[in-house]
């Protein structure tokens, strides 16, 4: 069953509220129902010599999507047909370019097209923004008008890089969770999720040749409830007392991937060193400096337990990355590189033997040392290192890329030299920190406030930088820090709603006003409860008493 023209009066379109928004929409006087006999024709099916330019994957993606709140089958079939009405066609057109789409809504049916798989699937997610919110909801709704707005849509994003980082070691996130946010990541047009895999609070991926990386370096006994920095001399933290463990299996790992590869997002995991590392030397007292049995790290901050770089500690950490590599495809590999004292290699014999043996003068030079080492390492195996900022300290190596972090200044450094930075600034893009003025009405979060509005406006490429470096601005990311979240409902609320402005920010060429991205939240924060994502409100934006939003919690 198709619709009449919108003109004969027979319904009122339903608004174009897209998350992030288009760069071209264009209604018209149409609309086209959802019903029974509509059916998904695939255009054209798979080829063998690019796994990811065929539609058939992304078509039952669509395709159990639609049916399961609708209750229609939305049978599959080739686009060939003869039948050319009431249908879904999706399609490749290589001249639409990479990651780049186009969706077309007339009354007698829907064409999604993609410059390649990656467009395609994205056609796929604006497309579910243009139906009722119901269509998220995992079993069939009734009482739905499934009518959705005619519309001529043509858009590609503006950076290759649009990422989120989740941080699983401070406090552990499962598959569940992590499979739940990697929905929303499609949802939001995002293409990286980058894991942070080990630090000094716990260590939280299987590594089968160390396996006391995890019997040991997953489990912490106790959790700090203050920043050991927000302590006063000589004062102790107060601790919760509750032990907290977990990692991600290699199982784990394999299903994660894929469920996100056939979301067109890749992973990129984080294996930190040679600073954060406190729970691997707990596990194995001979990577640290000084031999002593340590525990895992029961506190936030910066642990001044760090990696010794004798030959040993470095084979073993080439060790795990040939399993993190057999585990993770993604071209780029984060070594992590930041905030790593080094007290210890000064006070140690051992240390300062080392860097006599490399031609070092400085402890700092050390860790540029092992860089270049994991540089090259990965080079060797056709993949790209990134490092948080702290590596531009020591001279880069070629094809580093450079995740800047402290501010902007050291991604201007990078890219005018050269290097390849993705943007990633605490101010601005850490939703660690609280969201508002008042902390009385959200999760606890760190200072200053990170607003919605201060996401929303942030942009990646700084003003008055080169045409050149401006080149080299992949893109950016936004970061979710555990050390004060524990639970997956507390995670939620301090990434969304800013996740939903960040993913503007990184796929617009030209922002909308900040109202007029309001005003297409409320209805995107509903797609996220049918997903299972409760986003934090601000007072002013909860539902009044007795206001039905179709959310079964008391936000906040």
Not at 208 to 217: D, F, I, K, S
Not at 235 to 263: C, K, M, N
Request: hydrophobic share 40%.
């Amino acid at each position: 069953m198709t619709g009449p023209d919108a003109g004969d009066g027979a319904v009122q379109s339903p608004p174009i509220a897209i998350v992030p928004q288009p760069q071209s929409v264009t209604p018209t006087a149409q609309f086209f129902r959802l019903a029974a006999s509509t059916r998904i024709a695939i255009d054209p099916p798979p080829r063998s010599d690019s796994p990811d330019y065929g539609c058939s994957a992304t078509a039952v993606l669509l395709r159990d999507r639609l049916s399961a709140a609708t209750g229609f089958a939305f049978d599959l079939i080739d686009a060939d047909d003869s039948q050319p009405r009431d249908r879904i066609t999706l399609a490749i057109d290589p001249t639409l370019g990479a990651s780049a789409y186009r969706i077309s809504v007339v009354g007698s049916g829907v064409t999604l097209a993609g410059g390649d798989g990656a467009g395609l699937f994205h056609a796929t997610q604006s497309f579910l923004q243009l139906c009722p919110v119901e269509i998220f909801r995992r079993a069939p709704v009734t009482g739905v008008d499934w009518a959705i707005p005619g519309v001529e849509i043509n858009d590609a994003p503006r950076f290759a890089w649009r990422g989120m980082l989740l941080d699983v070691c401070r406090h552990f996130f499962g598959r569940g969770s992590i499979l739940t946010l990697i929905d929303a990541l499609a949802l939001h047009r995002f293409n990286v999720l980058h894991l942070h895999l080990t630090d000094d609070q716990g260590w939280r991926l299987e590594i089968l040749r160390h396996p006391q990386l995890t019997a040991v370096g997953s489990w912490r006994a106790k959790s700090a409830l203050v920043d050991t920095a927000e302590l006063a001399e000589g004062e102790t933290a107060p601790y919760d007392e509750v032990p907290h463990s977990g990692f991600l299996s290699q199982d784990d790992v394999r299903e994660i991937v894929a469920y996100a590869a056939a979301r067109f997002i890749t992973v990129m995991p984080e294996i930190d060193i040679p600073g954060h590392s406190q729970a691997a030397i707990a596990a194995y007292p001979e990577l640290g400096n000084t031999g002593e049995q340590l525990e895992v790290w029961t506190d936030w901050g910066i642990s001044e337990h760090v990696l010794n770089l004798e030959p040993a500690t470095v084979q073993f950490y080439r060790d795990v990355f040939d399993e993190v590599l057999d585990l993770f495809p993604s071209e780029f590999i984060h070594i992590g590189g930041d905030e790593c004292p080094t007290a210890e290699w000064e006070a140690s014999d051992t240390a300062q033997a080392r860097m006599r043996q490399l031609g070092l003068s400085r402890e700092t030079e050390l860790q540029g040392w092992l860089t270049h080492d994991f540089a090259g390492y990965l080079a060797a195996r056709g993949r790209r290192m990134v490092g948080w900022d702290e590596i531009l300290q020591a001279s880069l190596p070629p094809g580093a890329t450079v995740m800047s972090w402290q501010g902007v200044e050291a991604g201007i450094e990078a890219a005018e030299a050269g290097h390849d930075v993705i943007m990633a600034p605490e101010e601005s893009t850490y939703l660690l920190h609280r969201q508002s003025d008042d902390p009385r009405t959200e999760p606890r979060g760190s200072e200053p406030p990170v607003t919605l509005h201060g996401v929303y406006t942030f942009d990646p490429v700084p003003a008055g930088l080169s045409k050149e470096a401006a080149a080299h601005i992949l893109g950016a990311q936004c970061s979710m820090w555990t050390e004060f979240v524990g639970s997956e409902r507390q995670m939620h609320q301090m990434v969304f709603p800013r996740l939903c402005a960040f993913a503007e920010t990184v796929w617009r060429t030209e922002m909308a006003p900040f109202e007029d991205f309001l005003g297409r939240l409320e209805p995107q924060l509903q797609r996220l409860h049918g997903l299972g994502i409760d986003a934090w409100r601000a007072p002013s934006t909860r539902p009044a008493d007795g206001e039905n939003l179709g959310r079964d919690h008391a936000p906040g």
